[in-house]
Structures are given as structure tokens and as C-alpha cells.
């Protein structure tokens, strides 16, 4: 007998995204999980006949949570396609600008979109203050650790409840017994929830000083939009530059004091989340964060490569122009390409043709015989693959990177797991923490090299060269590739006389979220989640902690549609 749980949606933010998981009713386990991207991205379309170099500003609005990574593989894409160098501080900072994107997504995920699934927010109103602050002061010495501070926090939650509204609180499965931390352990990490609050606000600021505004900051094919003048009231001046080395700092506190140790605390009591969730054991990342430039991916931060059946002792490498390494399927979304839904397209050559065939909304479940996401099937020879923060550490951590061996080393032993642990549910919410240590500790070493550059004499932020389109050639195409938060997203853009001909996104939740491909292979989400024991199928919380681990964003949509499926609004963007 089986029964099909669906869970829509499932995202505390950006919720386009359905999941259907087959069950085995006698025992309570997924046999087999579909996942379902349930709104269309159609920038792809909005951008073809427009300038290359106009590209990135409507790029840049596939997203409004990742905020700036569309727009930086926007213009990383026009520079490859026509060849456009930049100078070193316009690589610095990005850089910078990039890691605080982490830094900022990867906590403001911890607290408020994925630790709610391991924190019983209502059982922290039992805790004793007290004993919250003593537990707090033996994992961390953050200031903000009295028994008062927790108290005044407990007081706070405890006036949602009584109020009947818990407001942010409201969605959870509070009293589930999958919940195991102590009542203590969930008042310290509500707390910190709400501090992760104001905290972000001030991180934010990064992207305001050096794009002008946040979210979706300004760019530059070329460069950054940011002059250097220190004795300058608008342009990047000495108090501006002195308010990023607070904010550095502030994130570098906050990373070492708090969220560390929290998800260490939190970890300890999930001993069992260390062998469940892995799915695919297929890991993807492109490459990011370059010394000197693009050109030399030998200095990435980030090496780009392939990792296959777990196996750590082999990198392959990775060609984003090559026409048999990525490919995009559409067999089971909702989608036509001219040559036939079962042949995979290269992006260069990729199509973006809607045809949706699924059920009429609102619907009890999908037909996942046939097309039943809006995503495309992404694959890399072939293979489904897994893009994101365990992806980026188990590269470094292969590649020998000195501080991601030694924080995984740290790590293992503090919670007793071995290596293996790594490749699960668990593994991928370490991974997630650990990478944030990782950026908020190389930015300063970024933020040290642009300082010194600037009293060498060098304030050069943009290449002055004038790229008129008359220059350029005919025929131009390029990728812009970079490791979001999220995992790998890449721009491919073909540029015939001047204007955009062709433009694909392969983003981090297509490879993550896809559906399955022509062979039937699953995405990394749909094979993650078979083999879960559900304890409450009405309140599937362990389908919650495994999608959860890796950050999902489904903020693609276009369209506006009612209960029916029917269009209530058409923007023309001319």
C-alpha cells in the first residue's frame, strides 16, 4: 500500500517549490521523491535583442534573495564573450562583495529558514535563563550570554504566544517528537535568531557602500561602479573603507562567537542526521573567488571540478564550453526543444520554449510520468550532480586547503563522526557553516591587499577602455560562471551584431531541485529524500530538514496566475 505526501510549499522564503514524496504506508519510508518547480523563470526571453551590456541589470532580478550573484555572472559573462579585462581592485572587490553575499545568506538561512527544523521555538518558553546562560558561556565566549539577555528574549517569545499570533514562529511542527534539544539549547538558539536579525542589516551595508544599494547592488561590465578618492564625500573614501573593516569584523564576531558554535551545539544532539539526506554522491563546482583573475583558475579560492561516487582521491575537470559536459534536459519539464524532449542542449545552444502540460491548479498531485517541474534536468556528462557549500568543501577540503581540513578535522572529532558524515543531511548544514568561517576570515586578507594597493597609488576600479559595439565582433558568445551561496550558477550568452541572441541561466536549485532526466535519473533533492522514515506524515518535518539543508530558492517566477491556472497579469517590459 502506498500513499503520496505532498509538501507545498516547502520553503520558508521564495516558496515556488512543491515536493511529492511515494510512501511506503506499512513502514512510513519514501520510496521515491519528486521534486517540483511550480512558477516559471522567463528572463531568459525578456533579454534576447538587448544589449549585452544592459544584460545584467534584468539578470541580476532572477533573484532577490541571492541579490547580486545573477548580476555578477551577467557581466562575467559579457567580459568572456568580448574578451574584457578588469583591474585588480575591481577583483578585490567583488570579491569582497561576493563573500559577504555567504557570509549574510549563509547566517540569515542558519537561523531563520533551516535551524527552525532542529529548534522547538515553544519549548524554549520552559528553559530556565540561567541555565541557557551557563550553556551559552561554555561553547562560546560572546558577550551577549547573561542570564538577563536570555530572560528578556524568553520574555519576548513568550508574548507571541500569549498574544495567539506566533508571527514568525507560526508555520512550525512545535511538539514534534523528532525535536531532541533540551529546552535550554532552544532559548539560546531563538535568541540568537532574533539577534541574527539586526545583525544582518549592518552586513548589508557591504554591498550599499561599494553597489550603491542592497538588495541588487549596481555593476559595471569592466569593473565596479565605485570610484576610489579617499579625500572624496561620494566617491569609496577613508570613512567608507574604515565602516567595511567594522563590518568585516563584526561578521568575523558573530561567525566565530554564534553561529559556529550554534551549529555545533545543535549538531551534537542530531547524531543520526550524520548517515541520512546524501542522495546523488555526485558534487559539481565551477571555481570562484580568483587571486589575480579569471584567467588563472589555478589561484581559485574555490577549485572547479567534479566529484563522482564519493570518491575524494579524484577531481575531474570541468569545460563550460564544451558541448558534451553540460547539457540541460527537459523530458520530464515543462518545456519543448525543437530537437525533441529527449536530447540534452549545451546552453550556447539552449532553448527556452514554455509548454505546460501538468494538471489544471489546484491539484491533489502531479503526473510525474510524464513533464511535472518548470525546471530543467542539468547533468554533467550525463550525471546528475550536487552544487552548494558541501560541494565547494568537499573540493577544498580534496584539494588539501590547509583551514577547510583542519575546520572538517575540528569538526568530525567534536561531534565524534567520521569522514563519511559528511555526505548527508548533516554534513551539508556543517559544510554551510564552516564556508562562512572560511569567507569571513579570507575577506580580510582581500580587504588588506585593496588597502594597500589604494597607498601604492593604485585607485583604478574600472577599465577605461571604450568597447563600442561597432568594435566588437560579429559573433561573440561567453559564460560567466561563479560559486553563489548556493552552489554553481553560470551565464551563457551568444551576441549576434551587437545584441543578445541567446541567453541561458543554469542556476545552483536547477541542479539541486531539477526532476529526472531521460534515463529517469533523479535530482540531488529527489534522491536525498528516499529512504527517510517520516514519524507524522501529516507533518513531514524530516522532508523539512533535508531540502532545507540545501538552501532552496525557487525565485523564479514571472507570471501571475489564480487558483484556476488562469494569467491575472501580463508585464510588458520594453
Given at each position: ?5 505532498v ?21 512510513k519510508t ?77 547566517v540569515m ?58 508571527g ?6 512545535w ?7 533540551p ?9 540568537h ?14 554591498h ?7 538588495p ?5 561590465v569592466?569593473?565596479v ?61 565551477y ?6 583573475g ?21 577531481i ?7 558541448a ?49 517541474s ?7 556528462q ?9 560541494a ?17 578535522e575540528?569538526?568530525?572529532t ?49 577599465n ?11 559573433h561573440?558568445?561567453?559564460?560567466g ?9 553560470a551565464h ?21 531541485a ?18 527517510h ?10 522532508i ?26 501580463n508585464?510588458?517590459?520594453?
Amino acid at each position: 500500500m502506498t500513499q503520496r505526501v505532498v509538501v507545498d510549499p516547502i520553503t520558508r522564503i521564495e516558496g515556488h517549490l512543491r515536493i511529492e514524496a511515494q510512501m511506503d504506508a506499512a513502514n512510513k519510508t519514501i520510496e521515491s521523491a519528486y521534486s517540483s518547480g511550480t512558477m516559471v523563470r522567463g528572463i531568459e526571453i525578456i533579454l534576447r535583442g538587448r544589449d549585452p551590456r544592459d544584460a545584467w541589470v534584468f539578470a541580476q532580478r532572477i533573484c532577490g534573495v541571492c541579490t547580486l550573484v545573477h548580476g555578477m555572472a551577467s557581466i562575467r559573462a559579457v567580459e568572456n564573450a568580448l574578451n574584457y579585462t578588469i583591474p585588480p581592485n575591481a577583483q578585490l572587490i567583488r570579491n569582497l562583495m561576493i563573500a559577504t553575499q555567504y557570509v549574510h545568506d549563509h547566517v540569515m538561512h542558519f537561523y531563520h529558514l533551516h535551524a527552525l527544523d532542529w529548534v522547538d521555538v515553544v519549548s524554549a518558553l520552559n528553559a530556565d535563563p540561567k541555565a541557557t546562560s551557563e550553556l551559552a558561556q561554555s561553547i562560546s565566549h560572546y558577550s551577549k550570554s547573561s542570564p538577563g539577555y536570555f530572560a528578556d528574549m524568553q520574555k519576548k517569545l513568550k508574548n507571541f504566544v500569549e498574544s495567539g499570533q506566533l508571527g514568525i514562529f507560526s508555520q512550525g511542527y512545535w511538539g514534534h517528537p523528532a525535536y531532541k534539544l533540551p529546552p535550554e539549547a532552544n532559548l539560546m538558539a531563538v535568541a540568537h535568531y532574533l539577534e541574527a536579525l539586526a545583525w544582518q542589516r549592518e552586513v548589508a551595508k557591504i554591498h550599499a557602500i561599494f553597489g550603491g544599494k542592497n538588495p541588487h547592488p549596481n555593476f559595471l561590465v569592466g569593473g565596479v561602479p565605485c570610484a576610489i578618492d579617499l579625500n572624496s564625500d561620494s566617491a569609496l573614501n577613508a570613512r567608507k573603507l574604515a565602516q567595511v573593516q567594522e563590518i568585516i569584523n563584526l561578521m568575523r564576531d558573530f561567525v566565530d562567537q554564534v553561529y559556529l558554535p550554534d551549529t555545533l551545539a545543535i549538531a551534537s544532539f542530531y547524531p543520526d542526521w550524520s548517515n541520512q539526506g546524501e542522495g546523488l554522491g555526485n558534487f559539481l563546482t565551477y571555481g570562484d573567488f580568483p587571486a589575480e583573475g579569471l584567467n588563472d583558475p589555478s589561484r581559485f579560492l574555490v577549485p572547479a571540478g567534479v566529484i563522482l561516487n564519493r570518491d575524494l582521491s579524484t577531481i575531474h575537470e570541468i569545460d563550460l564550453e564544451a558541448a558534451d559536459q553540460i547539457q540541460e534536459f527537459v523530458s520530464h519539464s515543462w518545456y519543448d526543444y525543437s530537437v525533441g524532449k529527449e536530447q540534452g542542449l549545451h546552453p550556447y545552444d539552449g532553448e527556452t520554449t514554455l509548454n505546460y502540460t501538468g494538471p489544471t491548479p489546484p491539484y491533489q498531485q502531479l503526473g510525474v510520468e510524464q513533464a511535472y517541474s518548470w525546471l530543467k534536468s542539468p547533468r554533467w556528462q550525463g550525471h546528475a550532480v550536487e552544487v552548494g557549500p558541501l560541494a565547494r568543501v568537499l573540493m577544498m577540503y580534496a584539494s588539501g586547503h590547509a583551514q577547510t581540513k583542519e575546520l572538517v578535522e575540528m569538526t568530525l572529532t567534536q561531534l565524534k563522526l567520521p569522514v563519511t558524515a559528511l555526505f548527508s543531511t548533516l554534513g551539508r548544514t556543517a559544510a554551510r557553516t564552516l564556508e562562512t568561517k572560511i569567507m569571513a576570515d579570507i575577506m580580510q586578507t582581500w580587504y588588506n591587499n585593496l588597502i594597500a594597493n589604494i597607498k601604492g597609488g593604485d585607485t583604478k576600479t574600472f577599465n577605461e577602455q571604450l568597447w563600442e559595439p561597432a568594435t566588437w565582433p560579429k559573433h561573440a558568445k561567453g559564460v560567466g560562471y561563479m560559486e553563489a551561496p548556493r552552489g554553481g550558477l553560470a551565464h551563457w550568452i551568444v551576441i549576434e551584431a551587437g545584441k543578445i541572441a541567446n541567453y541561458q541561466a543554469v542556476v545552483p536549485s536547477t541542479w539541486n531541485a531539477g526532476p529526472r532526466d531521460a534515463k529517469g535519473q533523479a535530482g540531488a533533492y529527489e534522491a536525498a529524500l528516499k529512504g527517510h522514515t517520516l514519524h507524522d506524515t501529516k507533518q513531514p518535518l524530516e522532508i523539512l530538514r533535508t531540502i532545507h539543508s540545501f538552501d532552496p530558492c525557487i525565485a523564479c517566477a514571472v507570471h501571475l496566475t489564480d487558483m484556476n491556472g488562469e494569467e491575472m497579469l501580463n508585464i510588458k517590459v520594453c
